[in-house]
């Protein structure tokens, strides 16, 4: 099964990463792979396009399929391999609720996160302006305040373990947002400021799967502190 698949990818991109530890939770190790450079370009290789004609990380195939962007591969991995390793979509209607709801709004955290940490790359050097980007460190501040805010709820609730974000069980919503989680820690979030983050963080960050796909690139360099006073 695995051998009919084929992954192009990138160092540290959130989605690559999404692709990866649903991979490893449905035991599909061994799938073609290839590790592509952004710094070099090598997203925008003929390779890639063959693939993904927008140049962009992930690209990936399954026999004939192809999906390229890290939501549809993800749940496509869970529907044809759903009695295969980690179920990822709970069996309840409230969970499921719980789980795409979390899962979805991933992608509020992704792009208010990238808008501070990429700001100086998407914006010209001319057009940069401070109150812009104080306006989205405030906006980031506020959603990682949110997300908190819904771990904490977890643990008031009384469930065994906080480290899941959809119920008792490590879920799609999981996939889709620790690397968005990690990325923010990454980058200098504060543990002592975000204390259940910091928690659901460091918990899942020793789960196999998340080790297993741990992006090469932070092992070899250190973080930065961009986000230290958020």
Known sequence: ????????????????????IALEEKNLQGYNQKLLSFEKGEHKSQEVMCMNPRGQLPAFKHGDNVLNESYAACMYLESQFKSQGTKLIPDCPKGQAMMYQRMFEAFALTDKMASVI????????????????????ETLKAEAQLWEGYLQKICASGQESCCFLAGKCFSLADVAVFPSIAYLFRYGLS????????????????????????????????????????
């Open 1 to 20: 099964m695995a051998k009919d698949m084929t992954l192009l990818w990138g160092s540290g991109s959130p989605p690559c990463w999404r692709v990866m």
């Open 191 to 230: 543990e002592e400021r975000y204390p259940k983050l910091a928690a659901y963080y460091n918990c899942l960050k020793e789960r196999p799967s998340i080790k297993a796909s741990w992006p090469p690139t932070w092992l070899e360099t250190p973080g930065q502190d961009l986000l230290k006073d958020l």
């Open 118 to 137: 990429y700001y100086n790359y998407k914006v010209p050097e001319g057009e940069r302006h401070d109150s812009a980007v104080k306006r989205n460190r």
